[in-house]
């Protein structure tokens, strides 16, 4: 079984975003390889979908938006999404309810 993978880059906890654009509703669809794969309501049109995406996951880490931030990725599906403020063990755990 393929697990979230949780990674440094440049001193920032990072995790790997699939990002499916224009779906019926928003949540956190499981993984997608090791990306942990979101589904938005959002085009992904003028940035609607990144921006989007940084409220919708500072909103299920209960983290202001400004601690969530996409360091790479923002033209693409797959994304890296940098988040400060909380430690390793506990993006883990937040994010682990909506992988069972």
Known sequence: MTTLHLFTQRGQLCLQIH?????????????????????????????????????????????????????????SRAKTVAVSGISESELAHRLGQYLV
């Open 19 to 75: 990002l499916q654009p224009r779906a019926s509703r928003d949540e956190i669809a499981g993984l997608h390889g090791e990306a942990l794969k979101v589904r938005l309501t959002s085009p992904p049109l003028e940035n609607r979908a990144n921006r989007h995406l940084v409220e919708f996951l500072a909103g299920i880490l209960d983290l202001p938006k400004s601690q969530v931030k996409i360091v790479a990725g923002q033209r």
